[in-house]
């Protein structure tokens, strides 16, 4: 049998498990709806730093250090880290990762950067590459708006249809799974989330031109994920008690629900956007809502997680969605192409009584 | 004993192999030493196509279908594919592999590109997650002047430490082993080489900040990762017949070995760069060497791959080094972190006697 599913999924036989997340977010995500959740909310979105990049570097080793804090881990105990972030070249990264002095696989997905990194780390981790690694990706709102779009001080106006680039780093811990009564090799006895499977995304394009409005352009990505997990895992969308895209924001989810239901799939009730959760669409004036590959990263480490861990949701089905578009490919004119990653999270009985 | 070696290396239980290869170049590599060893060079360097950007990624296109059409495959048969390229937000791999319609992990390593999808491609399939996979690495000399330089036409002097940027595409096809004596899934019996250990490179910041001498920056990731892979492996470092670097150029070769000399070990007659075998020193002005994620993927494809599957090097060290820096991080003053990521190939006795 093997771990192969379908086309493009993997089931884990002995699934590996987080034992540990860390979130930093930043001053504006602080004051939305979920800020009393983040492990760290930045004073400033300077973080301190000299540069705009380097606050976001800043925050990648703070999140690693959150997250190895709360397990007991110094950055020895790591044998490898998949990061990324929405910087050409990923700078974000490469400064942020520096002194953590782990091995190093970078990754680019765009938005979808944070289930990319989950499905290789808990891959590593399943094949016995790895007793642990670290999955994390970050974006900052000010360095994306410096590579992408308007200087800060010009004020554009932006189309309702626009999204807002999280400031935030999200970073989890994957161990293999503890024998059964036991303790994983951290010593953590009560994980917080199962991976029990990935299914990876393909390119999705379908002509999409509007930098101002990468939902549609992503929706058709996530749904093609979407169906190609439950096409794999043969099973159907109530499978699952959340379905969870990035970055989709409130087009977007309108166009997945859409294309969901001319496949008879009602989606409205399991589905949730983590851009339409980290603000507050009356008082933040965010537009269609947050974007960025922070932006999926820091609501699953502060907001999904836990709930999975107490339970309230058994399985979850991650979807990070990313556009992969670059300033130069936008003025030459081009389509952006998206890509979805998916991770399938369960809840693990008794983990709910772990403390932080 | 399991698969790990030391602090980050993995040797494979059962090592994957390379069934098959792709290079596509372009007309100043087709015109270099190895120029009659690619499968394709290029008329022009626009390759049919209306900006640089699309020529790169349909040079990504061409090279994946060399290598599928060689092992008589169709891209249906590759479950996912491990692809990057230098240029921001990874546009070539975007457009390049969007017709391949293969689950796609991005990845960014700078120039170790083709390394970093070799080590996850060959993990992935050691782990038995996929039968098939396909690893791939672009760089284009317009692109990334474009990214990180001058206007062409601008014709800017160049020091002579700065290196050319390698317009080109490598792909791999990586395969389960076949069974001893037996054809493996595609039908093919006698696979190009195998891949028996990887070692994941770290970031190595030594302070290096002349983006026209990247050869400086990147000696010490090469440096470091081939340490790690010898301490991790308890071997030195005539284990192997070559260690081969991706494009360090003269400056950076000269440096390694001075590095390697200080630890007690004479690397001058086993080492290679790839970025002093593609271009003619004398004839083709290039300064230094090489450059590019291409320049390391085309050169292994070529010229490495056919030199193991026919004995005359039975055990090569293939270390693509990449420098860590964009537009961005340089013009804010920052330093240029590097990364090496090391693959084991190996020489399959009988093997040579394969047809094209």
Same mark, same amino acid.
């Given at each position: ?9 993997? #089931? ?14 930043? /001053? ?19 973080? =301190? ?20 804090? &709360? #397990? ?9 880290? *998949? ?8 700078? #974000? ?16 997905? #765009? ?9 290789? =780390? ?8 790895? @007793? ?15 590579? *992408?779009? *308007? ?18 780093? =999200?970073?989890?811990?994957?161990? $293999?799974?503890?024998?059964? =009564? ?6 953590? +006895? ?5 991976? /029990?499977?990935?299914t ?26 979407i169906e190609q997990n439950l096409e794999d895992f043969q099973v159907s969308e109530?499978w699952y008690? &959340?379905i ?19 496949r008879?799939r ?13 603000? @507050? ?14 932006? +999926?990263?820091? /609501? ?13 949701? $058994?399985?979850?089905l ?11 490919? *936008? ?24 403390? &932080?």
């Open positions: 049998m093997g771990h192969m599913r379908g086309k493009a999924s993997l #089931a884990f036989e002995r699934p590996p498990v987080i034992i540990s997340s860390g979130s930093v977010a930043g /001053t504006k995500e602080g004051r939305g709806p979920l800020g009393a959740f983040f492990d760290q909310v930045e004073e400033d979105d300077m973080a =301190g730093e000299a540069s705009w990049e380097l606050a976001e570097s800043a925050m990648q080793k703070q999140a690693a250090g959150i997250a190895l804090k &709360k #397990a007991g881990l110094s950055h020895g105990d790591i044998r490898y880290a *998949f990061a990324g972030d929405l910087l050409g070249q990923l700078i #974000a990264t490469s400064f942020g990762n520096l002194e953590l002095e782990i091995p190093l696989f970078g990754l680019y997905g #765009a938005c979808s950067t944070m289930g990319e990194a989950m499905s290789l =780390g808990a891959m590593t981790v399943a094949a016995g590459f790895a @007793d642990r690694i670290l999955s994390m990706a970050s974006s900052h709102f000010a360095t994306a708006e410096k590579q *992408f779009r *308007f200087p800060l001080a010009y004020g554009n106006q932006r189309p309702m249809s626009a999204t807002w680039t999280v400031t935030g780093c =999200g970073a989890v811990i994957i161990e $293999k799974e503890p024998p059964a =009564g036991g303790e994983g090799a951290s010593g953590i +006895s009560r994980p917080i989330a199962r991976i /029990t499977g990935i990876a995304g393909r390119l999705v394009d379908v002509g999409a031109r509007d930098s101002m409005n990468m939902g549609a352009a992503m929706a058709p990505a996530a749904f093609h994920t109530n008690d &959340k969870i895209t990035g970055d989709l924001g409130e087009v977007g989810r309108r166009i997945l629900l859409d294309l969901m239901k001319e008879g009602d989606l409205s009730s399991i589905h949730m956007d983590c851009g339409m959760e980290i603000y @507050d669409k009356e008082k933040q004036d965010t537009h269609a809502g947050g974007s960025g590959c922070g932006c +999926s990263a820091v /609501t699953l480490c502060a907001y999904i997680l836990p709930r999975i861990q107490d339970g309230t949701w $058994k399985r979850v991650f979807v990070p969605t990313g556009a992969l578009l670059s300033t130069v490919s *936008f003025n030459e004119g081009q389509t952006i192409p998206s890509i979805a990653h998916g991770v399938v999270l369960e809840h693990i009985p008794g983990s709910q009584a772990q403390k &932080k």
